[in-house]
């Protein structure tokens, strides 16, 4: 049994089931969230003969960190391995006003992006709940600072793991206490799962990657896209914002002669025409291996300016945590000779 990744409800009710208080679960709860602890043995509160059968019938459920980079700006990747010996990345992102955190979702991803240095991995197996809201517990812990902001834009497809992730972001709102509204989900367009978050009406912000202005362009950027046409994904979109009132951002990646036209900028003001949305422009962050290369900053300015002549609200993703291999499309998950490494102590 594995402590972190329940609520405070299941912590109570597995504290009764223990013969014990239900106000017991409250208070691991808090060791667990508010304090972020690792050990057992520092929930002092709790009595002795409950820990020491917390420690044979349980675990808290903590990973432990095998390497973090760091690049100029303070941006600090962080390779994880997990209870099972699995390891995933993660991406601490201070900035004067906030502290952000790009979190996985899977280990490894199915998705196949072509772009993508985790599509390389091939799915291992979903995240649990727990382990999602350890990465943001483990970042907050080393960074030194509050986190504020927490984007699901790290290794895997969230919406492919939809009842963890949803549970993850109950953690981290209920628990932790990250305003629903500074969480973001980003997803390639799973049509479906989109229409229950729309049902759910969550004010947390949905990131869509967009990256084609067609399905024909677009499924083989995207592999998996070709399951979700883009009428299909879009009215789902115009669903969502119908549902929740929240503006959706489209993620959309520039490749260098790919993707990057003009006229391809003007059918992507075509598409999102009317709907409550901004578009997130992102100049492609190269990966060893693919063949893929940045647009020219002239065709960059074009695309942007041609958003927004169209009455289109756009931005450039600030680049972060390019050189130490942290920025989009850029996290892997390790091979396993790096399973038995000893994690880092300071």
């Known amino acids: 049994m594995e402590l972190l990744g329940l609520t405070r409800t299941e912590l109570s009710r597995y504290c009764e089931e223990l013969g014990y208080p239900a106000f017991r679960g409250r208070q691991i709860a808090d060791w667990l969230y508010k304090k972020g602890v690792r050990d057992l043995d520092a929930m002092t509160n709790l009595p002795a003969a409950m820990l020491e059968r917390l420690k044979v019938e349980a675990s808290i459920g903590r990973s432990d960190v095998l390497k973090q980079s760091r690049s100029a700006d303070g941006t600090t990747k962080f390779l994880l391995r997990l209870v099972d010996g699995e390891t995933i990345e993660s991406v601490l992102l201070p900035y004067p006003d906030r502290t952000s955190v790009c979190v996985s979702s899977q280990v490894g991803c199915a998705v196949g992006c072509l772009f993508c240095a985790t599509a390389e991995c091939g799915l291992v197996r979903n995240l649990k709940a727990g382990e999602i809201v350890d990465q943001v517990l483990t970042l907050q812990e080393r960074g030194g600072r509050r986190v504020t902001h927490v984007v699901f834009m790290g290794m895997g497809e969230p919406l492919a793991n939809l009842s963890n992730v949803l549970k993850a972001i109950e953690l981290l709102h209920d628990e932790v206490g990250i305003s629903m509204r500074r969480l973001t989900i980003s997803t390639v367009g799973i049509t479906p799962a989109i229409k229950k978050l729309a049902e759910m009406n969550l004010q947390l912000t949905l990131a869509v990657s967009l990256h084609a202005p067609n399905d024909a362009l677009r499924q083989t ?126």
């Open 221 to 346: 950027i995207i592999p998996m896209a070709a399951r979700y046409p883009l009428s299909e994904l879009l009215q789902a979109c115009r669903e969502y914002v119908d549902r929740t009132k929240r503006r959706i951002t489209f993620e959309y990646l520039l490749l260098a002669d790919i993707n990057d036209s003009l006229e391809q900028a003007r059918d992507v003001a075509r598409l999102l025409k009317g709907m409550l949305c901004h578009v997130n422009l992102i100049p492609y962050n190269k990966v060893l291996g693919k063949k893929f290369e940045r647009p020219s900053q002239q065709k960059l300015r074009m695309f942007k300016a041609t958003l927004e002549q169209a009455g289109i609200e756009v931005t450039q993703r600030i680049e972060r945590g390019h050189a130490i291999s942290g920025a989009c499309g850029q996290l892997r998950h390790l091979s396993r000779d790096i399973r038995t490494s000893a994690p880092i102590l300071s």
